[in-house]
């Protein structure tokens, strides 16, 4: 078990727009949700050009929201988040139910189960039921007799059998695409994921948050390298949610940092909102995340994890009348 | 004739007997023609909807009646459901104490995009109470049972208010006599709720009806009510939030909304908050609702009690809520087979037919109300329609409420108008725009088409001007477009070539749809008959005569438009829009004349003058004579000339500081525009004496004008609508 580390998270979005966007409403997941595994040290969230509203609110799934609007003609628009983060050690679960055990609860019992897990339970359309997909992850999830280790039996699957690339898929890529082609990045894991746990009747999380990456050995690491991820969190009875990065094979570690939990991608979406204006535009993501060394402190990671291609946030554009 | 004892229900056959009685079945095709005449002249019954088979309903002559015994029980069973219903909201969205208990199937619940999350109590949204909906209840052989909850956008309100007002003309004696219950007092609650129930923004209280939009079914009686309220009929994109406040964007300024009727999808209502992103989404609006600065009628997210997840359990649910057992019990719509037979009379025949009842409650404090009275919807497929009756409560008449409907339409109080939305402002300019775009190319190639009959081979030439006007008036060109009559098909008959003749006629059929509720029924009846020819083709010889009476409804349209809408703002934007158009496209055209290769020869001139409707005045002032400069000059800068480019924009002004001085501050801003562009026409250079001086100056100084009056209007469409 690792002990405490801060991480420091900068999450640059940048729109530049063709023509001038006279007025934008937006809605941002810029600040961190209540997780176990973490404290929110410092948080400040920078917008340009600066809003003329701004309020934050916690949503149903616990997310905090944060709308704001802004009034004056910009052609370049960009939110830089930075985050202070304490990551505290994980604990694992020593004993967890058994399959039958698990099954049966969300088979018929799913009442009893905590509320929180009710919003879960369904597949989304991003998250569909596919009957092959189903039939795919049940046969192996059913190979178990530990709900714990079937679950990770699934993550490790779709490790293996589903190739990183970042070229094959954006966030409306359908999961039928995406299940066929056995590509894609973590979002589309992680919606695999979600199919697989759901269409067995399993609540499961979509979470959305950060990964640090570490540079190759001998290479000093470049800023904004780092990217945002995806990962899921499925519900173990009796213990708690149980976080599956299905793109690097493991649970969450101590490079993962969590901003949000939603039923899929479109739940959590890091940026959106409608504006006044053309809609071309170009749009460049960076995020860097770093430990914040105290004096004499040293880090002291190991693994290195796979990065990630960002998820794209989705600005629907709203024209004016003119006809 | 069908026997009145056929009907099954001893109670209605009593009933139908003193309604025979009172309104003679003779006089039933009589009533049927008043009946028809009295719904052609309501705002929901226009021809053209139905000539369009927009309306999708058709009113019955006789009502369905109802004795107080049987309307007791039903009343009963809907207060107790509607009681039910608002529980079972109010837990949805806060303690979900019935998912606990194992009432509802989960997955299914939230599978369905009905249930809102962000109207959620956990969200800081105060609990939804489900202030109005309507039940959909039939005759079963047991007495009555229940067949749909419709709770999310309630639907033909308006319908109850047209027919039983149509009903009260035609039939007040038998009204009286079967003592009839009133709908008034009702609506009067239901008014009082909406204004005791809403947020006041500076002593300020003012709601509005949201809408699809007219090319939506249910917009029709949406209208009507609109009109019996008194509140104004919006669409979402007159709408905005700031601050956390609703606001209608009108004219000038930001018209703080305090209550919402909704009648648009809950779903992606507030694309901010919400999964769905709709085209009716008002950015902003879940935040207005949680800070409580709004009354909505129709929460987001109460259609969820609709929904058959819902509709199953509530028996056990009335147990768990209420401690007790549905009143009126529930079947399965699609199963259930009804033997209600009840008279109808249509295209003078009588017939029997069944019928389901739709009933309206709300929800005045913590007291549910049913509205005594509702529609009978027949629940035989029929092509064109449900047919739908008038529902008749009879017996018990409260003395004090003889006909207070009439107190509630308030006939002869002064009702102030609204100010006009800023969408509608923006369309009302469009549509001038589009009437003007329409008549100057409508004359334009009638001139051209008459041209090769006049001349000998001037087929070629004619040619030319057809790719001038192309080029004047900016409509884009397919390589495949060779020859004449390719050029002649594209820019007559080619609905899909942007700035044809037929794409500018449907964008005035379409401003007009838009706009009903603010021109004449003549006006908007011409401008729905003006793409008729055009759907059907025509050949090269029938052309001028349809161009002629196309130009002719033109006419018509625009001189309703001086005879029948009430001279204020919205026929202040017609004008400026007609206006701004014949300028520009006057400079555009001399512009491309100017700078075509070829000299302008006197038979091109004539062509211009024709086009402008200016021949006469010429010839009057130079006779036969061409003059270049001459027509150039009456062309730019003859203010009185109401042709020229100078007399628009003179018009443009006396408008625009009329609206100023009836208190429109806006207005000044585009009124000092419009000097400008004043004085740069009074600086154009005049046309050249000798034809070895070069055209360009005068080309550029046209299109400089032109620019301005662009930027006008870009800048009058920013104001307009608060970019």
Redesign the interface.
Known sequence: MSSSRILKIIHRTRYEYVAPV??S???GHFLPAIFQDQVLLEQKVSIIPEPV?I?T?????GNL?T?F?CDQPHIIFEAVSELKIEKRPILEFTSGPTVKEAMDIFKNK??TLP?VC??Y????VATLHIHELHKEFEAIFFQHTDYITACKALMHHVFINFEFDGSVSDVNTPLQQIFTQRKGVCQDFSHILLSAFRSM?IPTQYISGYIETLPPAGKEKLIGVDASHAWVSVFVPHCGWLDLDPTNDIGISSQHVSIARGRDY??VTPL???F?GDGQHQLSVSVDVREFVPAQTMSSQAQVAQPMMPPSPIR?AQF???? | MTPLTSIPSPQSQDLWQRFAEEADSKTWPSLEVQMKSALSSTSSSRPFLSQREKRKVSFDTLPYLIDTADWQGITHGCRQRSILLNHVLSDLYGE?RC????WID???L??LKNYV??S?G???MALPKLHFHHVQLARSNDGFVVLEDITSTPRQFGHVIEQRLIQNRLLASTQTKLNLQRLAPWFSQFKSHLYSSSPQHENHNFGVILSQGVDHDGYDEQAYLAHFFGFPIVES?DLV????ILYLKNLGYLQPITFVLRRVPENGLD???M?D?SSH?I??LM?CL?HQNVFMDSIPGVGILEKKVIYDALPELCQYFLDEDLILPQVNAESFENHDWIPCFKDGKEYLDIFKLQLYISSFGDDQQVMPGGLALSMTPFDQGPVVKDLWVCGDLDKRDVEPTKKMIHRNQFRPSFNIPS?VA?ATL?FGRYIERSDCLCRILREVLVEPQREEGAREHSLRHLELIRTALEIPCDDQLVTWNDHWNSLTQDINTLGSLRSNLS?ICRNALMLQDRISVDMLNISQCLTEPFSEGFSLMEAEAILTLTLEKIAAITGLSNDSMTHCDEWNFLIIGRRLERACTTLSILRNLVLSSERIDDHSWELLLRTFDSIMTYRRRYHIEVLPGAIFSMMTQDSTNPRSVSYQVNDMILTCKEMREQGALWAAEPAEMLNTILDSLSQLPAWPTSEDEPLEPLALALEQIQDQLTMFHQDL??TL?H?
């Open positions: 006279l007025e409403q937006n809605a509203e309020s609110h916690k949503n149903y799934f929201i709308l609007r799913a009442e509320k009710w919003a339970l369904p597949n989304t009747g479109h739940d959106k909102g409608s006044v629907p004016s009348s003119e006809q | 979900q998912l606990q208990e194992g989960l997955p299914e939230f599978s999350l962000p959620h956990s969200t800081g994109q939030v700031r601050n956390q694309p901010l908050e999964k992103f989404s950015p902003g935040g949680r969408r923006d469009w964008a469409t920013r609508l970019l």
